[in-house]
């Protein structure tokens, strides 16, 4: 069974940029959340999808959206990059949404902001 | 006060010993209680998950909840090289899917 497939998985971009980053989760699991991983702030919650909705949102500026397809596949953009954006962007899926589901990450994209 | 706190470390132990690591947290909704495994330049690897109040036993690993004292814990016994990594604790609460985590405790086993 595949586990969570995120692209790409290494990207540089430069500040003033966009970048979207796609993600695939688990064949059935039908929530995703994106998380941003720095050395600073640690692990964050970024947002969550499930259903094609987002259930809720992190402390993050407008910059960062993100959307799930019908088929559960999500993308994240982050727009007017800045250096501070710099980071490891984590996608994780778990089969519903709510306290208790077991929630798998994948390999994550690691964002590089010049 | 973070709502989810773990001793940073570095934590060194001897191969062949117990590895205790120690998170607590702050919001008495928590409901859901993880114990993540994250290897330099590596995403998350979920270790163990724990509900209810007590001991949970999955080989080598041993998780520890008090949720009246609102502190989990990770027990890592006959601790290998290979447990060399970060240890990141996560929480929930209930009905919601964010999970809170931790600084995370770097544990460094040694030959």
């Known amino acids: 069974k595949a586990g969570v497939t995120q692209t790409p998985r290494y990207l540089i971009k430069t500040r003033g940029q966009q970048v979207t980053l796609s993600c695939s989760p688990i064949s059935g699991h039908r929530s995703v959340s994106w998380y941003q991983q720095t050395p600073g702030q640690g692990l964050q919650f970024l947002f969550e999808?499930?259903?094609?909705?987002?259930?809720n949102k992190g402390n993050f500026p407008g910059r960062f959206s993100g959307r799930q397809f019908s088929n559960s596949r999500s993308e994240m953009n982050v727009s007017t990059l800045e250096l501070g954006d710099s980071a490891l962007y984590l996608c994780a899926s778990s089969l519903f949404s709510g306290s208790g589901n077991t929630i798998y990450f994948g390999e994550g994209s690691w964002l590089t902001v010049v | 006060q973070k709502e989810v706190e773990q001793n940073s470390g570095p934590l060194s132990v001897p191969e062949g010993a117990i590895a205790s690591l120690n998170c607590t947290y702050s919001?008495?909704?928590?409901?859901?209680f993880f114990w993540y495994r994250q290897y330099s330049g590596k995403s998350p690897e979920l270790i163990m998950s724990?509900?209810?109040?007590g001991d949970k036993e999955d080989g080598r690993f041993t998780a520890q909840l008090n949720k009246a004292s609102q502190y989990v814990s990770l027990l890592i016994r006959d601790s290998q090289p290979s447990d060399s990594a970060t240890y990141l604790c996560?929480?929930?609460?209930?009905?919601?899917?964010?999970?809170?985590f931790g600084q995370g405790t770097r544990l460094t086993i040694n030959p």
């Open positions: 919001d008495r909704v928590s409901q859901s």
């Open positions: 999808y499930f259903s094609e909705t987002q259930r």
């Open positions: 724990i509900y209810s109040n």
């Open positions: 996560a929480v929930n609460r209930q009905g919601a899917q964010k999970l809170v």
